[in-house]
């Protein structure tokens, strides 16, 4: 299997960075896609109710009734499954949330011990185990906010 090396070293890291941002922007818009259809259920069911309510006033008969309770439940259903949704999308960006502020957390704590040992010259070599390790603790971050998605 051929590995592809970028001219900067940096790219793949900017270019996960966007992605995380894409994700997490797509998210937050999911969030606030089901908070909007939560709005328009809850607007509709309150209407249902008050013309239920008009009905039963002015005298109507117990089918029509009956129909418009039937309906009144089927609204509520969907005012469940909304928000439902809203609580699915509230976790998805919390955990994306948390996997972005633990990769800051990991760069920080690699950016301060670089510069903490930038006057002790180390071989390079333990420079590369420095940055598996500091890669591994990234990665099992990355894995355990993974399984709280799920």
């Given at each position: 299997?051929?590995?592809?090396?970028?001219?900067n070293p940096a790219?793949?890291?900017?270019?996960k960075?966007?992605?995380?941002?894409?994700?997490?922007?797509?998210?937050?818009?999911?969030?606030?896609?089901?908070?909007?259809?939560?709005?328009?259920?809850g607007?509709?069911?309150?209407?249902?109710?008050?013309?239920?309510?008009?009905?039963i006033?002015?005298?109507?008969?117990?089918?029509?009734?009956?129909?418009?309770?039937?309906?009144?439940?089927?609204?509520e259903?969907?005012?469940?499954?909304?928000?439902?949704?809203?609580?699915?999308a509230?976790?998805?960006v919390?955990?994306?949330?948390?996997?972005?502020?633990?990769?800051?957390?990991?760069?920080?704590?690699f950016?301060?011990?670089?510069?903490?040992?930038?006057s002790?010259?180390?071989?390079?070599?333990?420079?590369?185990?420095?940055?598996?390790?500091?890669?591994?603790?990234?990665?099992?971050?990355?894995?355990?906010?993974a399984?709280l998605?799920?």
């Amino acid at each position: 299997m051929k590995t592809t090396r970028h001219s900067n070293p940096a790219r793949p890291a900017r270019e996960k960075k966007e992605h995380s941002k894409q994700q997490y922007e797509q998210s937050l818009r999911a969030c606030d896609s089901a908070a909007a259809r939560i709005k328009a259920a809850g607007e509709e069911l309150a209407a249902s109710w008050s013309a239920l309510c008009q009905e039963i006033s002015t005298g109507v008969s117990s089918t029509e009734l009956l129909r418009k309770r039937a309906w009144c439940n089927v609204l509520e259903l969907r005012l469940k499954e909304q928000a439902q949704a809203l609580e699915q999308a509230r976790l998805g960006v919390d955990a994306l949330w948390d996997e972005m502020m633990l990769a800051a957390r990991a760069r920080e704590l690699f950016n301060r011990y670089l510069k903490k040992n930038a006057s002790d010259s180390l071989p390079g070599n333990e420079n590369l185990v420095l940055l598996a390790r500091t890669a591994s603790v990234i990665a099992a971050a990355h894995q355990r906010t993974a399984s709280l998605k799920k």
